[in-house]
C-alpha cells in the first residue's frame, strides 16, 4: 500500500513516490498528487458550502471556518501590506491561503503524514503564478516603461549608484523572487518531513530493542509534531503574505 | 596541493569529501541566518514591549524579516541535499 502510512515506507519514497494509478503516462498519480486533490476538494467544498448557504447572523460551522479565514486574510495580510485598493486581489490570496495550508497540514494528519509540498513541482508553479501576477499588475498601473524603471532604478539613490544597484535589483525582483518563494516553502516542508521521519525511525527502533530508551525521542516526535501544525500554518501564511508585499510594492513604487 | 587532492580522490575518497562539505555547506549556511533571525526576533519583541498596540503590524513585518532571512539557511539546506550522493 503505497498511500496510507501504515508502516515506513522504503527510504527512497522519501524522495519519490511509486505511482498507483495510469504509471508511465503524463498522467500519473500518486500519493502527492491524491494529497493535493484533497487539498483542492477541501478549500473548494469548504467555501461552496459557506457561500450558498443562506448567511446568518451568528456564524456557526463551515461558515465560521470560511469568514474567519477571510477576515484574517483581509486584517492581517492585505490591510497590512497592500491597503484597500487590494481587496480585489482577496479571492486569489485566500484562496491560495487555504491550498498551501491544507496540503501541508496532512504532514500531522495520521494515516497520512506527507507534507505535499515537499515535491518541488506545485511550489514552483505557484511562485511563477505570483511572479506573473505582480508583474502584469506593475505594468498595467505604472506602464511598462514605469514599472521597469521604478524596479530597476529605486528613487533616492545617488547616479553612481546605479552601476551596483540596478543589477541586483534586476537579478532579485525578477529571478530570485520566484524561486525564494518556493525553495521556502518546499526546504520547510522537507526538512519538517525529515525531521519527525527520524525520530519516528529512532522510536521505532528503541522501542525494538529497550522499550524504556524510546520514550525520550517519542516525546521529542510529540514535541515536533506540535511545531510542525505551528510551521505547516506559518509558512502557508509566510507565501500569502510575501505574495500581497509584491503585488503591493508593484502598485506603490514608492515604498 | 589542489592538484595533488584532485588526483587522489577518486571513488570512495571523493564520496567522503562530498559528504564533509555538505555538512560543512549547511553548518556555515546556518551561521549568518541564525544570527539574523535572532537579532529580527530580538528587536520585534523590544518593540512589542514598548508599544504593546502595535504588536500587530510589529508581528506581521517581523515575520516577512524572517522569510527572507530564512531563505539564505533554506538555500543551504538545498545545497547539502544536491550534494548528498
Known amino acids: ?255 | 596541493m589542489l592538484n595533488v587532492l584532485a588526483e587522489t580522490a577518486t571513488g570512495e575518497m571523493l564520496e567522503g569529501l562530498k559528504a564533509i562539505g555538505a555538512g560543512l555547506g549547511y553548518g556555515l549556511a546556518a551561521i549568518g541566518p541564525g544570527i539574523g533571525i535572532g537579532t529580527v526576533v530580538g528587536n520585534a519583541i523590544s518593540s512589542m514591549a514598548r508599544q504593546p498596540e502595535s504588536a500587530g503590524m510589529v508581528r506581521t513585518t517581523m515575520f516577512l524579516g524572517i522569510a527572507f532571512t530564512e531563505a539564505l539557511a533554506l538555500i543551504g539546506f538545498v545545497v547539502f541535499i544536491l550534494l548528498m550522493p
Request: net charge neutral; hydrophobic share 55%.
Open chain 1, 1 to 255: 500500500m503505497n498511500v496510507l502510512a501504515l508502516d515506513f515506507p522504503p527510504i527512497t519514497h522519501l524522495f519519490e513516490w511509486p505511482d498507483i494509478l495510469f504509471g508511465d503516462t503524463l498522467y500519473a498519480v500518486n500519493k502527492t498528487v491524491l494529497i493535493y486533490l484533497a487539498a483542492v476538494v477541501i478549500t473548494a467544498a469548504i467555501f461552496l458550502t459557506a457561500g450558498r448557504k443562506k448567511t446568518s447572523l451568528v456564524p456557526v460551522g463551515v461558515q465560521h471556518v470560511a469568514e474567519s479565514g477571510v477576515n484574517f486574510i483581509e486584517e492581517s495580510v492585505v490591510m497590512e501590506t497592500i491597503g484597500p485598493e487590494g481587496k480585489k486581489y482577496m479571492p486569489f490570496l485566500t484562496t491560495m491561503f487555504f491550498f498551501i495550508l491544507f496540503s501541508n497540514i496532512f504532514e500531522v494528519i495520521p494515516g497520512i503524514q506527507f507534507p505535499a509540498n515537499s515535491r518541488m513541482a506545485v511550489p514552483i508553479t505557484l511562485a511563477l503564478i505570483v511572479w506573473l501576477i505582480y508583474n502584469f499588475v506593475g505594468i498595467r498601473s505604472q506602464g511598462l516603461g514605469g514599472y521597469f524603471k521604478n524596479s530597476l532604478f529605486p528613487p533616492g539613490v545617488p547616479k553612481a549608484l546605479y552601476l551596483i544597484v540596478t543589477p541586483i535589483e534586476l537579478v532579485s525582483t525578477f529571478v530570485v523572487r520566484p524561486f525564494s518563494l518556493a525553495i521556502r516553502l518546499w526546504a520547510n516542508m522537507v526538512a519538517g518531513h525529515l525531521l519527525l521521519v527520524t525520530f519516528a525511525v529512532l522510536t521505532a527502533a528503541l522501542w525494538d530493542a529497550t522499550y524504556v530508551g524510546a520514550a525520550a525521542p517519542f516525546a521529542m516526535l510529540v514535541l515536533m509534531t506540535g511545531f510542525e501544525i505551528l510551521v505547516s500554518v506559518l509558512q502557508a501564511f509566510i507565501f500569502t503574505i510575501l505574495t500581497a508585499v509584491y503585488i503591493g510594492g508593484s502598485l506603490h513604487p514608492a515604498h
